[in-house]
């Protein structure tokens, strides 16, 4: 029975950290997550949403449709911007949670080149 509620708390937790909607985080976790403006490269492929911050170790999980838009456009492998995010508390998230951080509530403030 214990082993089957841990496996209830982790799919929980995964959807949660799938989406990066705010609405699917406690208002505790939510209070955590960062108004910051940052610029990095942005990249997308299947399986693969990821934002690099110039100032980031590692990449973020982000799910975008206006990033997504702008990607498409571009033909190109990678987009530089520069945008405005609520950046998430370090933990897991995305595909296999393999990123340390994810960011919602994007506003693209400016494409690179």
Not at 14 to 19: F, K, R
Not at 55 to 72: G, N, Q
Not at 78 to 84: E, N, Y
């Given at each position: 029975?214990?082993?089957?509620?841990?496996?209830?708390?982790?799919?929980?937790?995964?959807?949660?950290?799938?989406?990066?909607d705010?609405?699917?985080?406690?208002?505790?976790?939510?209070?955590?997550?960062e108004?910051k403006?940052?610029t990095?490269?942005y990249?997308?492929?299947?399986e693969?949403?990821?934002?690099?911050?110039?100032?980031?170790k590692?990449?973020?999980?982000?799910?975008?449709?206006?990033?997504?838009?702008?990607?498409?456009?571009?033909?190109?492998?990678?987009?530089?911007?520069?945008?405005?995010?609520?950046?998430?508390?370090?933990?897991?998230?995305?595909?296999?949670?393999?990123?340390?951080?994810?960011?919602?509530e994007?506003s693209v403030?400016?494409v690179?080149?």
């Amino acid at each position: 029975m214990l082993g089957v509620a841990g496996i209830l708390v982790t799919i929980s937790t995964g959807l949660a950290s799938l989406t990066c909607d705010l609405d699917a985080f406690s208002d505790e976790v939510q209070a955590q997550f960062e108004s910051k403006e940052v610029t990095g490269t942005y990249r997308r492929s299947l399986e693969v949403s990821a934002f690099l911050a110039d100032s980031a170790k590692s990449e973020w999980w982000v799910f975008d449709k206006e990033l997504t838009r702008l990607y498409e456009r571009s033909n190109a492998g990678l987009i530089r911007v520069r945008l405005s995010a609520r950046i998430s508390p370090k933990e897991k998230y995305g595909h296999l949670g393999v990123y340390t951080h994810c960011i919602t509530e994007i506003s693209v403030l400016e494409v690179l080149t």
